[in-house]
């Protein structure tokens, strides 16, 4: 069972006046009154109404009048990431980067938009950047964790969650990075130590319970460590009904007490809670199976097999596209599996990536205005919780 | 900004039960050789081999992760275990005359073994060899050997024990390629019971030097490929027609399903009296070929449950390793597999299929620091629980170098069947790192304590004696089948004792690439003879013997019971 962090929402449209307010204070002693100083609060009083177009506007006119100020770059900068423009983003940083490397976050600012850009590797190269002139820079350590794990270099990754750890050991969205981390690297101590931390802060944090199932589940696995677990599971399905990766985790542990009809059950509510997941098909297959219900068994192993090639054919032409970035149809195949599962982000790359290598192919165009559908979906979901 | 970042993770994170492959903490403790459970004995028994498959050329071809594997049986059937290393080469010229050349040690009986290669019939260019199987394919008294490689397998035939092999690949038909794969395990068996050995051959993709991919690692340094890149391949299966193997793959179900195949086995595990045949697939669901008796064969894995991992993860399944390892009378299945993924337990259950038992005995969860191949249940310790060995190295650099593929082997000591613990002291030469593939067992020294010979890449092999002290008592068997095939294979051996009763069988191989000893071995713990023996053999003849007196070794011929008593040292 797969299950992300809950998605965040960071300065979305119209809070880009708070950011910029904040900065107006700086400006106002930097700046002596000249045209580029209107031009600024020009831009400043666009931001407050969150016209972001015409802030964009007049702070463009003023970096022409002055080219080398650094706060017109950050302020440009920043006003492309609260925008979504990680292009644009990217190039103002850069220009930060060129004139005044030591602005407190201009490769903050770089990293993030280059992570966004897709490109991992030089996103972890500038966040190396700002953690080295700021190494409690939290913003940075996050994608330098982020992005170590995506490098396959797992030993800083786990090492930079555990500095961020000691420097924000309550921080809920810290925590929830460990367990992510954590578990994928199947690091069960600490893995532990996590889910009780966040269990103390956040005690309606179904998560947490769900992962501390999981250490029991999958570290010890003795009769008293499954009763934890069950004990775990339950809260958190009392606190989330809906909670499919609690349903699934319930139902593996009742496989692994011989509890075949209560397995079922819960097995049953997860499958409907999360149809696309197929380790839920696998286990209830094998349910199925210990209570005598072989045809049952047969379509949930049936299931379990498409989805199992699925995923078996995502990873070769993942892997195929990443030999050849230039081959339309791989880029456009691992685009629309996940756009299926739901992987917007990955989605995206691939299916841009396969728009620029054949901009009128309609398989592509539609399965891209697929995906701008969903993201404005999700983003409306995420706003209104 | 934080937010933001997490966002992004959040979206971006493969899920909480995915992840990559850390390298982790070893079991780094080591001990004078004297009080360590083993002894490396590889140079002073005058073994001088060293492995080579081409990495330092840094080409990255990709079959240079695999091989190679070895042998530990008798050759000449002087009651000594002999040796054969299996070379791999250059895959630049595989077909150059210096290539690939494997070493033959036979036993001296003291502790040494001659190299007896050259003018042994075994002293050419095989063409980048990767394993071997070991087996008497036209039931003349010695043990043929089976040599997967690159190039093209090969098939030699013993002559008389004479320490000579003659290759008969081409007569006996089984030196045809059905693609441009390349072999990795190979096993015999008899699945028609018909008395001749049969042979499996597993193979694992596709692969010519021309068409070679080049891949980098996430952090864009060059590094040798997943076998995703490549396409999955075929399995053959042969039969034994006398004098001649028929390739039967199509006729019999085998190349109905295809598969990363990294390792095999025979077992009969629904004790149906036609064996089965176990194979471990890598980031490809591993089968589980049920004989439909004789006439055919079928993939049940999915259903058996052993196809895949946890919640129905793909395994990178390198080795297998098949015991009674919890007295229950079924022989369960052991599964190496990647790093950061458990290995797997599969218990039979005896009604047909089999529970995922690897993280209540502790074996899934105590392997995630290191990446398996070779493996082995081992009674060590000859307590009569058996334990588990796996030889371990990884098979990608992750940006370093080829030294950083190093990882030392991992024993894990049977708590009476129920649950597994790490040994972590006296583990001497096992705590050296190496980048490891094949594993075999088998008592060399004839003490009545089984012994391990390791393979390691570009590395010599590691000939390990055991030097366990405890007083526990052993007993072993030796099978030679009259009307069934001659090494006994598949004959199923019930001993029923103190420690109640227990099955494990004959068989060509385990473990990957390689094969061990086919003797079959009892620890017998405090028990100092045993009541009882039965002996199920291919052909349907049943046989009881006993009781038996512990610490010997006995020689078992089908239908004349015990032909032969051997005392330690003999």
Not at chain 1, 22 to 48: C, D, M, N, R, T
Not at chain 2, 415 to 430: A, D, I, M, Q, T
Request: glycine fraction near 10%; proline fraction near 4%.
């Amino acid at each position: 069972m797969r299950f992300t962090i809950k998605q965040k929402r960071w300065l979305a449209g119209g809070s880009i006046g708070v950011a910029m307010l904040l900065w107006g204070v700086v400006i106002s002693k930097q700046l002596a009154s000249s045209p580029v100083q209107q031009l600024v609060e020009q831009g400043q009083a666009f931001a407050l109404r969150g016209e972001a177009g015409h802030a964009e506007q007049a702070w463009l006119r003023a970096s022409q009048l002055d080219p080398k100020s650094t706060i017109l770059w950050q302020l440009l900068g920043d006003l492309y990431l609260n925008t979504s423009q990680w292009d644009k983003a990217k190039k103002a940083f850069q220009k930060l980067v060129e004139i005044a490397p030591e602005t407190p976050h201009a490769y903050t600012g770089l990293a993030v938009a280059t992570l966004r850009l897709g490109d991992e590797v030089d996103a972890y190269k500038w966040a190396k950047e700002a953690v080295k002139r700021n190494p409690k820079d939290a913003s940075s350590l996050q994608i330098v964790a982020f992005a170590s794990g995506y490098m396959g270099r797992t030993e800083e990754q786990l090492a930079t969650l555990r500095q961020l750890l000691s420097l924000q050991p309550r921080d809920t969205e810290v925590l929830e990075m460990c367990i992510e981390a954590f578990s994928g690297q199947k690091k069960f101590d600490e893995l532990r130590k996590v889910a009780d931390t966040l269990i103390e802060v956040q005690p309606t944090n179904t998560m947490a319970y769900g992962v501390r199932a999981l250490v029991l589940l999958e570290s010890d696995g003795s009769p008293e460590a499954l009763t934890a677990a069950e004990k775990d599971l339950v809260h958190a399905l009392q606190i989330a009904p809906l909670y499919g990766y609690a349903r699934f985790q319930l139902g593996r542990l009742y496989l692994r007490q011989s509890r075949w009809n209560d397995a079922i059950l819960q097995l049953e509510q997860a499958q409907k809670l999360s149809p696309r997941q197929m380790d839920v098909p696998f286990e209830l297959a094998t349910a199925y199976t210990r209570a005598g219900k072989l045809d049952k068994a047969a379509i949930a192993r049936a299931r379990f097999q498409v989805l199992r090639d699925e995923t078996n054919r995502l990873n070769v032409v993942t892997k195929k596209s990443s030999l050849e970035p230039d081959n339309f149809e791989a880029n456009l195949e691992v685009g629309e599996i996940t756009l299926k599962n739901g992987d917007l982000r990955k989605a995206g790359y691939f299916l841009m990536a396969a728009v620029k290598l054949k901009p009128s192919d309609p398989r592509a165009k539609k399965a891209y205005a697929e995906l701008v559908t969903k993201i404005k979906a999700r983003t409306q979901a995420s706003q209104s919780q | 900004m934080k937010r933001l970042i997490l966002t992004l993770c959040g979206v971006l994170s493969s899920g909480i039960l995915l992840g990559g492959c850390p390298r982790s903490e070893k079991a780094t403790v080591s001990s004078p050789q004297a009080s360590a459970l083993f002894a490396d004995v590889t140079q002073s028994a005058g073994i001088s081999f060293h492995h080579e498959n081409g990495a330092k050329e840094k080409k990255f071809y990709f079959p240079e992760t695999t091989p190679a594997g070895c042998a530990l049986v008798d050759l000449n059937n002087d009651g000594w275990l002999d040796i054969v290393l299996i070379q791999s080469g250059s895959l630049d010229k595989p077909d150059a005359p210096e290539n690939g050349r494997c070493a033959l040690y036979l036993n001296e009986k003291n502790g040494k073994f001659q190299d007896v290669t050259a003018g042994s019939g075994l002293d050419v260019s095989l063409g980048y060899a990767h394993g071997i199987t070991v087996g008497d394919i036209d039931n003349d008294g010695y043990s043929d050997l089976f040599i997967t490689s690159f190039a093209g397998n090969r098939l030699f035939h013993n002559e008389n024990g004479s320490g000579k092999f003659t290759d008969i690949s081409a007569v006996w038909g089984v030196n045809q390629r059905h693609s441009t794969g390349y072999a990795t395990s190979a096993a015999f068996g008899d699945y028609d019971n018909d008395g001749k050995l049969d042979l499996y051959v597993c193979y694992y993709c596709p692969w010519e030097k021309s068409k070679d991919k080049i891949c980098n690692g996430a952090d864009k340094v060059r590094d040798y490929c997943s076998p995703e890149v490549y396409p999955i391949d075929e399995h053959q299966l042969f039969h034994n027609e006398g004098g001649r193997f028929t390739d039967v793959s199509k006729a019999m179900g085998i190349s109905s399903k295809k598969g990363r195949g990294l390792a095999v086995s025979f077992l009969d595990y629904d004790s149906d009296g036609w064996c089965d045949i176990f194979v471990a697939n890598d980031l490809s669901g591993n089968f589980l070929w049920k004989n439909l008796k004789g006439k055919g064969f079928k993939d049940i894995a999915t259903e058996a449950g052993c196809a895949f991992s946890t919640s129905g993860s793909l395994m990178a399944g390198m080795g297998i390793a098949i015991s009674d390892y919890d007295h229950s009378g079924q022989e369960s299945l052991f599964v190496t597999n990647f790093q950061n993924t458990p290995n797997a337990l599969f218990k039979n259950s005896g009604a047909g299929f089999f529970d995922d038992v690897s993280t209540a005995t502790q074996v899934g969860p105590l392997h995630l620091p290191y990446l398996s191949f070779g493996c082995a249940f081992i009674d060590y310790d000859a307590d009569g629980w058996p334990d588990l060995l796996t030889a371990n190295g990884h098979v990608q650099l992750g940006g370093k170098t080829l030294e950083a593929m190093k990882q030392p082997k991992q024993l894990l000591h049977s708590e009476g069947g129920k649950r597994f613990r790490e040994v972590k002291e006296n583990l001497g030469p096992l705590a050296i790192s190496t980048v490891a593939r094949g594993l075999v067992t088998g008592d060399f020294d004839n003490d009545g304590r089984l012994d391990v010979l390791f393979t390691n890449q570009n590395d010599a092999p590691q000939l390990l004696r055991n030097q366990d002290k405890s007083s526990n008592h052993w007993i072993s068997f030796q099978t030679i089948g009259t009307k069934s095939n001659r090494n006994g294979y598949q004959a199923r051996l019930r001993l029923t004792g103190a420690q109640g009763t227990r099955l494990e069988s004959v068989r060509s191989a385990t473990s990957f690439l390689s094969a061990s000893d086919p003797r079959v071995y009892f620890g017998l713990g405090a028990e100092r003879k045993v009541e009882k023996l039965e002996v199920l053999w291919p052909s349907g003849i049943r046989e009881t013997l006993g009781p038996l007196e512990g610490d010997r070794r006995y020689v078992l011929t089908e239908g004349k019971g015990v032909t032969e008593t051997l005392l330690p040292g003999k």
